[in-house]
């Protein structure tokens, strides 16, 4: 699965440039124009960066930094502007930008820094991915069975949503489910799946009656992604 970038521009021209250098390099791309749609799309997308302009309209870009920080967003943000004052890059940092490149700026410096952040997010991911997830604003702590704004997970439901996440974006049968969650219970049948997963979502989901995290397939059973790439199922 590649990496996905947010791009925050309201330049169309360096916006249009951005987007067809990064997926030139093999990244999933996705373009806002406006304060307000750049914080609509890094609280639902799940990008891996953020390309941050500060001149936005609508929202400018500290504000959108502060709020994503706000949402707990942890993803690394890069504030890409004009503005090259001291002040302001401090404001930058001190709000949660992770780097700041200065326009006008060389494609080649902004694809390696884009690549150095990136490296870096995937290695702290890797330190924390096995017991804390991320689904948009919601936190989810697997140890300790805590969904931020709902009620804790009970030790099933942890142990299914881990095997969930430990298969993302994996097609899995009930069968399949059944014997890797329920393996001390070989009497369960794979009912207490759908009832567990149902269970899962009023947790997890925004709306779990569409639920866009945990989705089912439709004769086979169920496929977990942090990433949304359609509708609501």
Do not use: N, Q
């Not at 502060?66 to 004009?82: G, S």
């Not at 804390?132 to 142990?159: H, M, N, Y």
């Not at 069968?175 to 149902?198: C, G, H, Q, Y």
């Amino acid at each position: 699965m590649s990496h996905r970038i947010l791009v925050v521009e309201d330049d169309p021209v360096i916006r249009e440039g951005l987007r067809d250098a990064l997926v030139g390099e093999g990244y999933d791309v996705r373009c806002a124009a406006s304060g307000p749609e750049g914080m609509h799309l890094g609280l639902t997308e799940d990008p891996d960066l953020i390309v941050l302009d500060l001149m936005l309209p609508g929202m400018d870009g500290f504000e959108v930094l502060r709020r994503l920080r706000a949402d707990a967003v942890e993803t690394p943000v890069l504030v890409l502007t004009a503005r090259g004052l001291e002040d302001d890059k401090v404001r930058g940092f001190s709000l949660g930008a992770d780097d700041y490149l200065v326009k006008p700026f060389a494609l080649a410096e902004l694809l390696a820094r884009v690549a150095s952040r990136l490296r870096v997010w995937d290695r702290e991911r890797g330190l924390v991915s096995r017991d804390v997830l991320r689904l948009g604003g919601c936190r989810i702590d697997l140890k300790a069975r805590t969904v931020e704004g709902a009620d804790p997970l009970s030790p099933t439901e942890a142990a299914l949503l881990r095997f969930f996440a430990e298969h993302e974006a994996e097609v899995l049968d009930r069968p399949r489910i059944l014997a890797a969650v329920w393996s001390d219970r070989p009497e369960t049948t794979s009912r207490i799946v759908d009832m567990t997963v149902l269970g899962l979502r009023r947790k997890i989901e925004p709306d779990p009656e569409h639920p866009r995290y945990l989705t089912s397939v439709r004769g086979v059973g169920y496929r977990f992604a942090r990433r949304v790439d359609g509708p609501p199922r």
